[in-house]
Protein backbone atom coordinates (compact mmCIF):
# COMPACT_ATOMS: atom_id res chain seq x y z
CA UNK A 1 0.00 0.00 0.00
CA UNK A 2 3.16 2.20 0.82
CA UNK A 3 4.24 1.63 -2.51
CA UNK A 4 1.01 3.01 -4.13
CA UNK A 5 0.72 5.93 -2.27
CA UNK A 6 4.15 7.09 -2.92
CA UNK A 7 4.01 6.31 -6.68
CA UNK A 8 0.56 8.83 -6.36
CA UNK A 9 2.54 11.71 -4.33
CA UNK A 10 5.28 11.72 -7.41
CA UNK A 11 3.69 11.32 -10.68
CA UNK A 12 0.18 13.44 -11.83
CA UNK A 13 -2.80 11.99 -12.93
CA UNK A 14 -2.01 10.75 -16.52
CA UNK A 15 -3.61 14.05 -18.16
CA UNK A 16 -2.12 13.35 -21.26
CA UNK A 17 -3.63 10.15 -21.29
CA UNK A 18 -5.17 10.04 -24.99
CA UNK A 19 -8.25 8.36 -25.85
CA UNK A 20 -9.52 7.69 -29.36
CA UNK A 21 -12.77 9.78 -29.92
CA UNK A 22 -16.13 7.37 -29.46
CA UNK A 23 -18.79 9.16 -30.49
CA UNK A 24 -22.02 7.98 -30.51
CA UNK A 25 -23.78 8.07 -34.27
CA UNK A 26 -26.17 11.28 -34.42
CA UNK A 27 -28.28 10.41 -37.62
CA UNK A 28 -30.52 8.01 -35.42
CA UNK A 29 -31.90 11.24 -34.43
CA UNK A 30 -34.00 13.40 -37.20
CA UNK A 31 -35.02 16.93 -36.78
CA UNK A 32 -37.19 18.88 -37.86
CA UNK A 33 -36.36 22.74 -39.04
CA UNK A 34 -39.45 23.79 -36.83
CA UNK A 35 -41.41 23.02 -34.46
CA UNK A 36 -44.67 24.19 -33.60
CA UNK A 37 -46.94 24.06 -29.77
CA UNK A 38 -48.50 20.34 -29.18
CA UNK A 39 -52.43 21.35 -28.68
CA UNK A 40 -55.07 18.84 -28.82
CA UNK A 41 -52.84 16.10 -30.38
CA UNK A 42 -52.07 18.34 -33.14
CA UNK A 43 -49.02 20.63 -34.16
CA UNK A 44 -49.93 24.43 -34.10
CA UNK A 45 -48.09 26.68 -36.25
CA UNK A 46 -46.33 28.94 -33.87
CA UNK A 47 -46.77 32.70 -34.18
CA UNK A 48 -43.38 33.62 -32.71
CA UNK A 49 -40.04 31.44 -33.08
CA UNK A 50 -36.76 30.98 -31.53
CA UNK A 51 -33.79 29.18 -31.56
CA UNK A 52 -32.32 26.27 -30.05
CA UNK A 53 -28.89 25.20 -30.01
CA UNK A 54 -26.21 22.15 -28.78
CA UNK A 55 -24.59 24.38 -26.02
CA UNK A 56 -21.20 22.36 -27.01
CA UNK A 57 -20.69 23.53 -30.40
CA UNK A 58 -23.38 26.39 -30.46
CA UNK A 59 -24.72 24.92 -33.59
CA UNK A 60 -28.67 25.92 -34.48
CA UNK A 61 -30.80 22.84 -34.06
CA UNK A 62 -34.25 24.20 -34.73
CA UNK A 63 -36.59 26.85 -34.75
CA UNK A 64 -38.97 26.61 -31.76
CA UNK A 65 -42.24 28.30 -30.80
CA UNK A 66 -42.49 30.85 -27.97
CA UNK A 67 -45.86 30.53 -26.92
CA UNK A 68 -47.90 33.05 -26.26
CA UNK A 69 -50.84 33.55 -23.40
CA UNK A 70 -53.64 32.94 -26.24
CA UNK A 71 -51.70 30.16 -27.02
CA UNK A 72 -51.17 28.57 -23.43
CA UNK A 73 -54.79 29.45 -23.40
CA UNK A 74 -55.80 27.66 -26.14
CA UNK A 75 -53.60 24.28 -24.84
CA UNK A 76 -55.01 25.01 -21.36
CA UNK A 77 -58.60 24.66 -23.27
CA UNK A 78 -57.85 21.47 -25.19
CA UNK A 79 -56.61 19.66 -22.03
CA UNK A 80 -59.82 20.64 -20.27
CA UNK A 81 -61.78 19.51 -22.95
CA UNK A 82 -59.74 16.03 -23.11
CA UNK A 83 -60.49 15.86 -19.22
CA UNK A 84 -64.33 16.23 -19.58
CA UNK A 85 -64.89 14.28 -22.84
CA UNK A 86 -63.15 11.07 -21.45
CA UNK A 87 -59.95 10.95 -19.31
CA UNK A 88 -61.46 11.60 -15.99
CA UNK A 89 -63.99 9.15 -16.77
CA UNK A 90 -61.57 6.27 -17.70
CA UNK A 91 -61.21 3.49 -15.76
CA UNK A 92 -57.45 3.06 -13.86
CA UNK A 93 -56.71 0.14 -15.51
CA UNK A 94 -57.18 1.93 -18.90
CA UNK A 95 -55.13 4.95 -18.13
CA UNK A 96 -52.56 2.42 -17.12
CA UNK A 97 -52.71 0.95 -20.13
CA UNK A 98 -51.37 4.21 -21.85
CA UNK A 99 -48.88 4.50 -19.43
CA UNK A 100 -47.15 1.41 -20.13
CA UNK A 101 -47.35 2.40 -23.06
CA UNK A 102 -45.31 4.99 -23.07
CA UNK A 103 -42.98 3.43 -20.99
CA UNK A 104 -42.32 0.85 -23.58
CA UNK A 105 -42.25 3.27 -26.26
CA UNK A 106 -39.51 5.46 -24.22
CA UNK A 107 -37.16 2.12 -23.94
CA UNK A 108 -37.66 1.24 -27.57
CA UNK A 109 -36.38 5.06 -28.50
CA UNK A 110 -34.44 4.49 -25.86
CA UNK A 111 -31.07 5.69 -28.00
CA UNK A 112 -32.96 8.34 -30.26
CA UNK A 113 -34.00 10.22 -27.01
CA UNK A 114 -30.57 9.75 -25.22
CA UNK A 115 -28.62 11.51 -28.26
CA UNK A 116 -31.05 14.22 -28.28
CA UNK A 117 -30.65 15.01 -24.86
CA UNK A 118 -26.90 15.05 -24.63
CA UNK A 119 -27.16 17.02 -28.33
CA UNK A 120 -29.66 19.65 -26.73
CA UNK A 121 -28.86 19.65 -22.96
CA UNK A 122 -24.70 19.49 -23.26
CA UNK A 123 -24.91 16.31 -20.97
CA UNK A 124 -22.70 13.45 -21.48
CA UNK A 125 -24.39 10.54 -23.47
CA UNK A 126 -23.28 7.99 -20.91
CA UNK A 127 -25.09 9.95 -18.38
CA UNK A 128 -28.30 10.73 -21.15
CA UNK A 129 -27.88 6.90 -21.85
CA UNK A 130 -27.46 5.53 -18.29
CA UNK A 131 -29.55 7.32 -16.02
CA UNK A 132 -32.15 10.30 -17.71
CA UNK A 133 -33.69 7.91 -20.12
CA UNK A 134 -33.84 4.69 -17.87
CA UNK A 135 -35.08 6.40 -15.06
CA UNK A 136 -37.70 8.20 -17.21
CA UNK A 137 -39.40 5.08 -18.53
CA UNK A 138 -39.29 3.51 -14.83
CA UNK A 139 -41.13 6.35 -14.21
CA UNK A 140 -44.02 6.16 -16.78
CA UNK A 141 -43.19 2.08 -15.48
CA UNK A 142 -43.80 2.91 -11.79
CA UNK A 143 -46.66 4.91 -12.30
CA UNK A 144 -48.45 3.07 -14.80
CA UNK A 145 -48.93 0.65 -11.28
CA UNK A 146 -50.32 3.01 -9.42
CA UNK A 147 -53.16 4.09 -12.22
CA UNK A 148 -55.87 1.18 -11.13
CA UNK A 149 -55.28 0.83 -7.49
CA UNK A 150 -55.45 4.52 -6.17
CA UNK A 151 -58.30 3.22 -3.78
CA UNK A 152 -55.67 1.33 -2.02
CA UNK A 153 -52.85 3.99 -1.71
CA UNK A 154 -55.64 5.99 -0.20
CA UNK A 155 -57.96 3.58 1.63
CA UNK A 156 -61.20 5.36 2.65
CA UNK A 157 -60.01 8.77 1.12
CA UNK A 158 -61.92 8.48 -2.44
CA UNK A 159 -59.50 9.95 -4.48
CA UNK A 160 -60.63 11.91 -7.31
CA UNK A 161 -58.14 13.84 -10.01
CA UNK A 162 -57.76 17.29 -9.53
CA UNK A 163 -58.20 18.68 -13.60
CA UNK A 164 -55.95 20.49 -15.63
CA UNK A 165 -52.15 20.57 -14.39
CA UNK A 166 -49.97 23.05 -15.45
CA UNK A 167 -46.00 21.80 -15.17
CA UNK A 168 -43.22 24.16 -15.45
CA UNK A 169 -39.81 21.96 -15.86
CA UNK A 170 -35.91 23.20 -16.13
CA UNK A 171 -33.41 22.45 -18.23
CA UNK A 172 -30.79 19.75 -16.13
CA UNK A 173 -33.20 16.59 -16.90
CA UNK A 174 -35.86 17.95 -19.62
CA UNK A 175 -37.32 14.59 -20.03
CA UNK A 176 -36.52 13.11 -16.78
CA UNK A 177 -38.71 15.94 -15.42
CA UNK A 178 -41.12 15.69 -17.99
CA UNK A 179 -41.29 12.09 -16.59
CA UNK A 180 -41.41 13.30 -13.13
CA UNK A 181 -44.58 15.25 -13.95
CA UNK A 182 -46.61 13.71 -16.67
CA UNK A 183 -46.47 10.01 -15.10
CA UNK A 184 -48.29 10.61 -11.85
CA UNK A 185 -50.64 13.37 -13.34
CA UNK A 186 -52.20 10.93 -15.98
CA UNK A 187 -52.32 8.08 -13.92
CA UNK A 188 -53.98 9.72 -11.00
CA UNK A 189 -56.41 11.03 -13.64
CA UNK A 190 -55.62 14.44 -14.66
CA UNK A 191 -54.79 16.28 -17.84
CA UNK A 192 -51.44 18.37 -18.66
CA UNK A 193 -49.95 21.04 -20.19
CA UNK A 194 -46.52 21.09 -19.67
CA UNK A 195 -43.53 23.61 -20.42
CA UNK A 196 -40.07 22.45 -21.30
CA UNK A 197 -37.82 25.01 -20.27
CA UNK A 198 -36.30 27.14 -22.90
CA UNK A 199 -32.90 26.25 -23.97
CA UNK A 200 -34.08 22.54 -23.57
CA UNK A 201 -37.37 21.65 -25.43
CA UNK A 202 -36.44 18.87 -28.29
CA UNK A 203 -36.87 15.98 -25.83
CA UNK A 204 -40.48 16.80 -25.03
CA UNK A 205 -41.03 17.83 -28.23
CA UNK A 206 -40.10 14.18 -29.41
CA UNK A 207 -41.80 13.38 -26.85
CA UNK A 208 -45.02 14.52 -28.27
CA UNK A 209 -44.35 11.89 -31.51
CA UNK A 210 -44.16 9.02 -28.54
CA UNK A 211 -47.68 10.04 -27.41
CA UNK A 212 -49.24 9.27 -30.90
CA UNK A 213 -47.23 6.16 -31.40
CA UNK A 214 -48.94 5.34 -27.87
CA UNK A 215 -52.28 6.54 -29.04
CA UNK A 216 -53.03 8.56 -25.94
CA UNK A 217 -56.73 10.40 -26.48
CA UNK A 218 -55.66 14.01 -27.87
CA UNK A 219 -55.69 16.68 -25.91
CA UNK A 220 -54.47 14.64 -23.09
CA UNK A 221 -50.41 16.14 -22.27
CA UNK A 222 -50.16 19.26 -24.38
CA UNK A 223 -46.71 20.58 -24.98
CA UNK A 224 -46.14 24.56 -25.05
CA UNK A 225 -42.94 25.37 -25.61
CA UNK A 226 -40.93 29.24 -24.93
CA UNK A 227 -39.51 31.66 -22.07
CA UNK A 228 -40.50 32.53 -19.14
CA UNK A 229 -42.94 34.45 -20.46
CA UNK A 230 -45.04 31.08 -21.16
CA UNK A 231 -44.62 29.74 -17.86
CA UNK A 232 -46.16 32.72 -16.16
CA UNK A 233 -49.15 32.61 -18.94
CA UNK A 234 -49.44 29.24 -17.82
CA UNK A 235 -49.76 30.09 -14.10
CA UNK A 236 -52.18 32.68 -14.69
CA UNK A 237 -54.56 30.93 -16.74
CA UNK A 238 -57.49 28.36 -15.66
CA UNK A 239 -55.34 25.22 -14.10
CA UNK A 240 -56.55 23.53 -10.74
CA UNK A 241 -52.57 22.83 -10.15
CA UNK A 242 -49.26 23.99 -10.90
CA UNK A 243 -46.31 21.67 -10.34
CA UNK A 244 -43.35 23.51 -10.93
CA UNK A 245 -39.56 22.75 -10.74
CA UNK A 246 -36.97 25.56 -11.13
CA UNK A 247 -35.30 28.16 -9.31
CA UNK A 248 -36.38 29.62 -5.59
CA UNK A 249 -37.02 32.62 -6.79
CA UNK A 250 -39.44 31.54 -9.59
CA UNK A 251 -41.25 29.26 -7.36
CA UNK A 252 -41.49 32.30 -4.89
CA UNK A 253 -42.97 34.71 -7.76
CA UNK A 254 -45.47 31.57 -8.72
CA UNK A 255 -46.36 31.40 -4.67
CA UNK A 256 -47.08 35.00 -5.04
CA UNK A 257 -48.92 34.85 -8.31
CA UNK A 258 -51.34 31.86 -6.68
CA UNK A 259 -52.20 33.29 -3.62
CA UNK A 260 -55.82 33.37 -3.12
CA UNK A 261 -56.42 31.37 -5.71
CA UNK A 262 -57.89 27.53 -5.48
CA UNK A 263 -55.01 26.04 -7.19
CA UNK A 264 -52.70 23.36 -5.39
CA UNK A 265 -49.02 24.03 -5.55
CA UNK A 266 -46.34 21.88 -5.25
CA UNK A 267 -42.60 23.44 -5.53
CA UNK A 268 -39.69 21.73 -6.39
CA UNK A 269 -36.21 24.42 -6.23
CA UNK A 270 -32.82 24.57 -5.51
CA UNK A 271 -30.46 23.26 -2.70
CA UNK A 272 -27.26 23.30 -1.50
CA UNK A 273 -26.41 20.08 -0.15
CA UNK A 274 -24.05 19.10 2.47
CA UNK A 275 -21.99 15.69 1.74
CA UNK A 276 -20.46 14.50 5.27
CA UNK A 277 -17.32 12.51 5.60
CA UNK A 278 -16.64 11.20 8.75
CA UNK A 279 -12.92 9.85 9.45
CA UNK A 280 -13.88 6.11 9.78
CA UNK A 281 -15.54 6.41 6.06
CA UNK A 282 -14.47 4.08 3.01
CA UNK A 283 -12.39 6.86 1.75
CA UNK A 284 -11.80 5.79 -1.84
CA UNK A 285 -15.34 5.01 -2.11
CA UNK A 286 -16.51 8.38 -0.90
CA UNK A 287 -13.94 10.41 -3.16
CA UNK A 288 -16.23 8.59 -5.70
CA UNK A 289 -19.42 9.64 -3.85
CA UNK A 290 -18.27 13.08 -3.55
CA UNK A 291 -17.28 13.22 -7.39
CA UNK A 292 -20.74 11.63 -8.64
CA UNK A 293 -22.10 14.38 -6.26
CA UNK A 294 -20.97 17.58 -7.80
CA UNK A 295 -19.80 16.76 -11.18
CA UNK A 296 -22.91 14.32 -12.59
CA UNK A 297 -24.28 16.34 -14.79
CA UNK A 298 -21.52 18.93 -14.96
CA UNK A 299 -23.05 19.63 -11.22
CA UNK A 300 -26.42 21.21 -12.93
CA UNK A 301 -28.23 19.03 -10.29
CA UNK A 302 -30.42 20.62 -7.80
CA UNK A 303 -29.58 17.38 -5.18
CA UNK A 304 -25.85 18.43 -6.19
CA UNK A 305 -23.48 17.86 -2.94
CA UNK A 306 -22.01 21.25 -3.77
CA UNK A 307 -20.94 21.46 0.23
CA UNK A 308 -18.50 19.14 0.99
CA UNK A 309 -17.59 18.18 5.03
CA UNK A 310 -14.71 16.40 5.84
CA UNK A 311 -14.04 15.48 9.41
CA UNK A 312 -10.61 17.06 9.90
CA UNK A 313 -8.19 14.06 10.65
CA UNK A 314 -8.34 12.74 6.83
CA UNK A 315 -9.03 16.52 5.28
CA UNK A 316 -5.67 16.27 3.67
CA UNK A 317 -6.23 12.28 2.41
CA UNK A 318 -9.92 12.88 0.91
CA UNK A 319 -8.11 16.39 -0.64
CA UNK A 320 -5.31 14.59 -2.22
CA UNK A 321 -7.29 11.47 -3.58
CA UNK A 322 -10.21 13.74 -4.56
CA UNK A 323 -7.61 16.08 -7.04
CA UNK A 324 -5.96 13.12 -8.19
CA UNK A 325 -9.48 11.74 -9.33
CA UNK A 326 -10.64 15.19 -10.76
CA UNK A 327 -7.62 14.76 -12.84
CA UNK A 328 -8.62 11.53 -14.81
CA UNK A 329 -12.34 13.21 -15.31
CA UNK A 330 -12.79 13.72 -19.28
CA UNK A 331 -14.21 16.96 -19.93
CA UNK A 332 -15.67 17.81 -23.84
CA UNK A 333 -17.83 16.13 -26.27
CA UNK A 334 -21.45 15.25 -24.84
CA UNK A 335 -21.86 12.62 -27.20
CA UNK A 336 -18.57 10.82 -26.86
CA UNK A 337 -18.87 7.81 -25.00
CA UNK A 338 -15.41 8.18 -22.83
CA UNK A 339 -16.78 11.78 -21.75
CA UNK A 340 -17.24 12.11 -17.88
CA UNK A 341 -17.98 16.14 -18.21
CA UNK A 342 -20.01 17.51 -20.48
CA UNK A 343 -21.10 21.25 -21.53
CA UNK A 344 -22.55 23.85 -19.77
CA UNK A 345 -26.18 24.14 -20.07
CA UNK A 346 -26.05 27.78 -21.64
CA UNK A 347 -24.31 31.23 -21.82
CA UNK A 348 -26.27 32.44 -19.04
CA UNK A 349 -25.57 29.39 -16.41
CA UNK A 350 -21.72 29.51 -17.43
CA UNK A 351 -21.86 33.63 -16.61
CA UNK A 352 -23.54 32.63 -13.33
CA UNK A 353 -20.90 30.22 -12.26
CA UNK A 354 -17.81 32.23 -13.53
CA UNK A 355 -19.41 34.98 -11.40
CA UNK A 356 -19.58 32.69 -7.89
CA UNK A 357 -16.22 31.24 -8.65
CA UNK A 358 -14.74 34.76 -9.57
CA UNK A 359 -16.61 35.48 -5.43
CA UNK A 360 -15.04 32.52 -4.19
CA UNK A 361 -11.07 33.54 -5.07
CA UNK A 362 -12.17 37.07 -3.68
CA UNK A 363 -13.12 36.30 -0.87
CA UNK A 364 -9.93 34.17 -0.15
CA UNK A 365 -10.30 30.57 -1.08
CA UNK A 366 -8.34 28.37 -2.58
CA UNK A 367 -9.14 27.08 -6.08
CA UNK A 368 -8.07 23.58 -7.78
CA UNK A 369 -8.59 22.89 -11.00
CA UNK A 370 -7.06 19.62 -12.57
CA UNK A 371 -5.11 20.71 -16.08
CA UNK A 372 -7.80 20.14 -19.12
CA UNK A 373 -7.91 21.10 -22.30
CA UNK A 374 -11.78 23.00 -22.94
CA UNK A 375 -13.21 23.20 -26.67
CA UNK A 376 -12.79 26.35 -28.42
CA UNK A 377 -16.72 26.83 -28.92
CA UNK A 378 -19.12 26.05 -27.09
CA UNK A 379 -19.94 26.72 -22.83
CA UNK A 380 -17.67 24.96 -20.89
CA UNK A 381 -16.46 25.28 -16.81
CA UNK A 382 -13.29 22.46 -16.04
CA UNK A 383 -14.12 20.69 -12.84
CA UNK A 384 -13.15 23.34 -9.83
CA UNK A 385 -12.74 22.69 -6.34
CA UNK A 386 -12.64 25.20 -3.34
CA UNK A 387 -10.82 24.85 -0.10
CA UNK A 388 -9.98 27.25 2.88
CA UNK A 389 -13.73 28.10 2.61
CA UNK A 390 -15.76 30.01 5.14
CA UNK A 391 -19.63 29.51 5.77
CA UNK A 392 -19.82 33.17 5.00
CA UNK A 393 -18.57 32.35 1.84
CA UNK A 394 -21.02 33.23 -1.07
CA UNK A 395 -19.78 29.82 -2.58
CA UNK A 396 -20.77 28.46 0.38
CA UNK A 397 -24.20 30.00 0.66
CA UNK A 398 -25.37 30.04 -2.88
CA UNK A 399 -26.56 27.52 -5.18
CA UNK A 400 -24.00 27.58 -8.35
CA UNK A 401 -25.60 25.25 -10.43
CA UNK A 402 -22.00 23.67 -12.14
CA UNK A 403 -19.21 21.96 -11.54
CA UNK A 404 -17.56 23.56 -8.43
CA UNK A 405 -17.22 21.73 -5.08
CA UNK A 406 -16.37 24.00 -1.88
CA UNK A 407 -14.73 21.85 0.67
CA UNK A 408 -15.47 23.02 4.69
CA UNK A 409 -14.27 20.73 7.65
CA UNK A 410 -15.60 19.71 11.24
CA UNK A 411 -14.47 18.01 14.10
CA UNK A 412 -17.61 16.57 15.82
CA UNK A 413 -20.97 15.03 14.30
CA UNK A 414 -22.36 18.01 16.05
CA UNK A 415 -20.72 20.53 14.46
CA UNK A 416 -20.94 18.99 11.19
CA UNK A 417 -24.68 19.08 11.69
CA UNK A 418 -24.78 22.58 12.76
CA UNK A 419 -22.40 23.32 9.51
CA UNK A 420 -24.53 21.05 7.63
CA UNK A 421 -27.94 22.42 8.13
CA UNK A 422 -26.64 25.58 8.03
CA UNK A 423 -28.51 27.35 4.77
CA UNK A 424 -31.70 27.99 4.04
CA UNK A 425 -32.31 25.17 1.58
CA UNK A 426 -32.92 21.51 2.31
CA UNK A 427 -32.98 19.11 -0.37
CA UNK A 428 -30.75 16.37 0.06
CA UNK A 429 -27.38 14.83 2.22
CA UNK A 430 -24.64 12.46 2.27
CA UNK A 431 -23.77 10.77 5.36
CA UNK A 432 -19.84 8.12 4.64
CA UNK A 433 -19.22 6.65 7.34
CA UNK A 434 -18.96 2.65 8.52
CA UNK A 435 -20.98 3.57 11.73
CA UNK A 436 -24.54 2.46 11.41
CA UNK A 437 -26.08 4.38 14.79
CA UNK A 438 -24.15 7.25 13.06
CA UNK A 439 -25.70 7.34 10.12
CA UNK A 440 -29.69 6.88 11.85
CA UNK A 441 -28.31 9.96 14.14
CA UNK A 442 -27.05 12.31 11.47
CA UNK A 443 -30.07 11.20 9.35
CA UNK A 444 -32.69 12.11 11.34
CA UNK A 445 -31.43 15.40 12.31
CA UNK A 446 -30.60 16.59 8.88
CA UNK A 447 -32.89 18.95 7.25
CA UNK A 448 -33.10 17.23 4.27
CA UNK A 449 -35.54 15.83 2.20
CA UNK A 450 -33.70 13.17 1.41
CA UNK A 451 -30.61 11.55 2.85
CA UNK A 452 -27.95 9.13 1.13
CA UNK A 453 -25.32 7.46 2.96
CA UNK A 454 -22.35 5.93 1.51
CA UNK A 455 -23.94 6.56 -1.45
CA UNK A 456 -25.03 9.66 -3.86
CA UNK A 457 -27.65 10.91 -6.21
CA UNK A 458 -29.34 7.49 -6.38
CA UNK A 459 -33.36 7.57 -7.79
CA UNK A 460 -35.54 5.31 -7.41
CA UNK A 461 -39.34 6.26 -8.88
CA UNK A 462 -40.68 4.75 -5.94
CA UNK A 463 -38.80 6.78 -3.69
CA UNK A 464 -40.04 9.94 -2.77
CA UNK A 465 -38.23 13.16 -3.87
CA UNK A 466 -38.62 16.98 -2.25
CA UNK A 467 -37.50 19.65 -0.16
CA UNK A 468 -37.54 21.21 3.14
CA UNK A 469 -37.60 25.23 3.36
CA UNK A 470 -36.45 26.79 0.16
CA UNK A 471 -35.84 23.78 -1.55
CA UNK A 472 -40.14 24.02 -1.93
CA UNK A 473 -42.53 21.37 -0.55
CA UNK A 474 -44.75 18.25 -1.98
CA UNK A 475 -42.94 15.12 -3.02
CA UNK A 476 -42.43 13.55 -6.54
CA UNK A 477 -42.02 10.13 -6.38
CA UNK A 478 -43.51 7.14 -4.70
CA UNK A 479 -47.36 6.79 -3.67
CA UNK A 480 -46.32 10.12 -2.22
CA UNK A 481 -45.75 11.74 -5.39
CA UNK A 482 -49.57 10.53 -6.25
CA UNK A 483 -51.21 13.08 -4.09
CA UNK A 484 -50.73 16.68 -5.28
CA UNK A 485 -52.64 15.34 -7.96
CA UNK A 486 -55.74 14.19 -6.25
CA UNK A 487 -58.29 15.47 -3.82
CA UNK A 488 -60.40 13.58 -1.46
CA UNK A 489 -63.89 13.26 -1.23
P1 LIG B 1 -35.81 28.70 -13.54
O1 LIG B 1 -35.30 29.89 -14.24
O2 LIG B 1 -36.58 28.87 -12.30
O3 LIG B 1 -36.69 27.94 -14.64
C1 LIG B 1 -37.46 26.81 -14.39
C2 LIG B 1 -38.62 26.81 -15.36
O4 LIG B 1 -39.48 27.90 -15.06
C3 LIG B 1 -38.20 27.02 -16.80
O5 LIG B 1 -39.08 26.30 -17.63
C4 LIG B 1 -38.38 28.51 -16.96
O6 LIG B 1 -38.46 28.93 -18.26
C5 LIG B 1 -39.64 28.73 -16.20
N1 LIG B 1 -39.84 30.11 -15.76
C6 LIG B 1 -38.96 31.16 -15.71
N2 LIG B 1 -39.55 32.25 -15.22
C7 LIG B 1 -40.84 31.92 -14.95
C8 LIG B 1 -41.95 32.63 -14.41
N3 LIG B 1 -41.87 33.90 -14.03
N4 LIG B 1 -43.11 31.97 -14.23
C9 LIG B 1 -43.23 30.67 -14.57
N5 LIG B 1 -42.21 29.95 -15.10
C10 LIG B 1 -41.02 30.56 -15.28
O7 LIG B 1 -34.71 27.66 -13.18
P2 LIG B 1 -33.60 27.11 -14.14
O8 LIG B 1 -32.53 28.12 -14.16
O9 LIG B 1 -34.19 26.69 -15.43
O10 LIG B 1 -33.17 25.79 -13.35
C11 LIG B 1 -32.24 25.80 -12.34
C12 LIG B 1 -32.88 25.79 -10.98
O11 LIG B 1 -33.84 24.75 -10.85
C13 LIG B 1 -31.90 25.56 -9.88
O12 LIG B 1 -32.11 26.48 -8.86
C14 LIG B 1 -32.19 24.13 -9.42
O13 LIG B 1 -31.83 23.83 -8.13
C15 LIG B 1 -33.64 24.02 -9.65
N6 LIG B 1 -34.02 22.62 -9.83
C16 LIG B 1 -34.69 21.97 -8.82
C17 LIG B 1 -35.04 20.63 -8.96
C18 LIG B 1 -35.77 19.90 -7.88
O14 LIG B 1 -36.27 18.82 -8.12
N7 LIG B 1 -35.90 20.44 -6.69
C19 LIG B 1 -34.72 19.96 -10.12
C20 LIG B 1 -34.02 20.64 -11.12
C21 LIG B 1 -33.69 21.98 -10.96
P3 LIG B 1 -37.06 29.33 -19.00
O15 LIG B 1 -36.43 28.05 -19.30
O16 LIG B 1 -37.47 30.03 -20.20
O17 LIG B 1 -36.26 30.17 -18.05
MG1 LIG C 1 -34.49 30.40 -16.37
Same mark, same amino acid.
Given at each position: ??? /????????????????????????? /???????????????????????????????????????????????????????????????????????????????????????????????????????? /???????????????????????????????????????????????????? #??????????????????????? $??????????? @???????????????? /?????????????????????????? !? =???????????????????????????????????????? $? $????????????????????? !?????? !??????? *????? @?????????????????????????????? $??? =????????????????????? #???????????????????????????? =????????????????????????????????????????????? *?????????????????????
Amino acid at each position: MTD /VEKREAAVPAPAGWDYAPAPEARDI /VQLRERYGLFVGGQWLEPTDTYTTISPATEEPLAEIAQASADEVTEAVAAARVAFEDGWSGLPGSERAKYLFRIARILQERAREFAVLESLNGGKPIKESRDVD /VPLAAAHFFYYAGWADKLEYAFPNRNPRPLGVAGQIIPWNFPLLMLAWKIAP #ALAAGNTVVLKPAETTPLSALLF $CDVLRQAELPA @GVVNIVTGDGRTGAAL /VESEVDKIAFTGSTDVGKAIQRQLAG !R =PVKLTLELGGKAANVIFDDAALDQAVEGIVNGIYFNQGHV $C $CAGSRLFVQESVTDDVIRKLK !RRMGTL !RVGDPLD *KNTDV @GAINSRQQLEKIQELVESGREEGAEIYQPP $CRL =PEKGYWFAPTVFTEVAQSYRI #AQEEIFGPVLSVLTFRTPEEALEKANNT =PYGLSAGVWTEKGSRILWMAERLRAGVVWANTYNRFDPASPFGGY *KESGFGREGGRHGLEPYLRFE
